[in-house]
């Protein structure tokens, strides 16, 4: 049996953000956002290292509360325009010892523990050298005005008949790194490099902190939860409770 890759985790943040300030330092349920991604990469079990990359030495200091590692990025790295490839390309050549990278987002706070590991098993059991996360949607969907997964004269499709479109959400990204750094150093970009998969997640992993009405929207979902321990199962009115009994 292959030894079992050195596999780091890289949580990306930067101090910079045009629609939202600061939103890795807001305060969700009285925890900084980033906080979600690293315990969500902790209770995951599957990296050897969690490194928070950041532009900014502000974040040392959140790596020291939650005792994961801290990368400083240089600073040209730090711009709204940078280049994600760039971005994983500069921390693969900071940390040669890891074989495989997942970048774990900071911005998707409802992303679990047990739904990273299975992103992470699904990279290696498909023997991938990259991977996006994606959100399946079951809708009729157009590009360019044309349809994609159905056809436009014809009976109007059953929308749990239809083929999903996958709809890249980016709450993990994953890279073996000599494969990536192969493609960066020939081309300049890599994200898609090699043999490239995706893995889809629930719609609560889906979804991005990027703009005020998001940071509300996960608060709020957060908050319930935690008051809850759990989310809270399906519950029905008592009239219709008495129509599943009769049945």
């Known amino acids: 049996m292959a030894p079992k890759p050195v596999i780091y985790a890289m949580i990306p943040a930067r101090i910079g953000s045009s629609r939202l300030k600061m939103k890795n330092l807001a305060l969700v349920n009285g925890q900084p956002l980033i906080y979600y991604a690293v315990q969500a990469a902790k209770e995951a079990g599957a990296f050897d290292k969690i490194i928070i990359n950041s532009d900014h030495e502000v974040f040392a200091k959140i790596a020291d509360r939650y005792d994961v590692e801290f990368y400083l990025r240089p600073d040209k790295l730090g711009s709204s325009i940078t280049k994600s490839d760039d971005v994983v390309a500069d921390f693969m050549h900071a940390y040669p010892d890891a074989e495989i990278v997942a970048w774990v987002n900071s911005i998707a706070p409802l992303q679990t523990g047990e739904e990273l590991s299975k992103v992470v098993i699904h990279f ?27 056809v436009q004269d014809a009976p109007f499709a059953l929308t749990q008949d239809l083929t999903p479109v ?82």
């Open 166 to 247: 996958e709809a890249f959400v980016y709450s993990t990204m994953m890279w073996r790194k000599d494969a990536f750094l192969d493609q960066f150093s020939q081309k300049g970009f890599a994200l898609l490099c090699g043999k490239f998969g995706t893995y889809p997640v629930s719609k609560l992993s889906s979804t991005i902190v990027k703009t005020e009405d998001d940071y509300q929207f996960v608060n709020s979902i957060i908050e319930a939860s935690h008051q809850k321990s759990v989310y809270p199962s399906v519950q029905y009115d008592s009239i219709i409770k008495k129509i599943l009994i009769k049945q």
């Open 124 to 150: 290696l059991n498909e023997g991938l050298d990259s991977l996006v996360t994606v959100e399946d949607k079951q809708v009729h969907c157009l590009y360019n005005g044309k349809p994609v997964n159905y």
